[in-house]
Nanobody, 115 residues
Framework: QVQLVESGGGLVQPGGSLRLACVAS????????AGWYRQAPGKQRELVAT???????NYVDSVKGRFTISRDNAKNTVYMQMDSLKPEDTAVYYC?????????WGQGTQVTVSS
């Protein structure tokens, strides 16, 4: 069993920044893909950003140029730097990892963008 623990969420004003972190209980080299999803109230969970073990990244169009995903395999951690935040970025953000047939989720961290 793999545990993923997110941190870094909170309340921020529009235009502000936050950095999310997700620490895995196992070596990140085990996970081919690590990423972040989000779910806003009344909406379906959506993919925000992913990064493969080789460093390839993928972003949803609405965050391109504002969010940056990175991973530190030595620290078993995946990060997401979120800049120029907008009210529509408000959601619960979930860490996700995949390795072969296995997929793991964190418990989520709330991000609220409001003045």
């Amino acid at each position: 069993q793999v545990q993923l623990v997110e941190s870094g969420g909170g309340l921020v004003q529009p235009g502000g920044s936050l950095r999310l972190a997700c620490v895995a209980s196992r070596n990140m080299f085990s996970f081919y893909i690590a990423g972040w999803y989000r779910q806003a109230p009344g909406k379906q969970r959506e993919l925000v950003a992913t990064m493969t073990i080789g460093g390839s990244t993928n972003y949803v169009d609405s965050v391109k140029g504002r969010f940056t995903i990175s991973r530190d395999n030595a620290k078993n951690t995946v990060y997401m730097q979120m800049d120029s935040l907008k009210p529509e970025d408000t959601a619960v953000y979930y860490c996700n990892t995949k390795s072969g047939p296995y997929e793991y989720w964190g418990q989520g961290t709330q991000v609220t963008v409001s003045s």
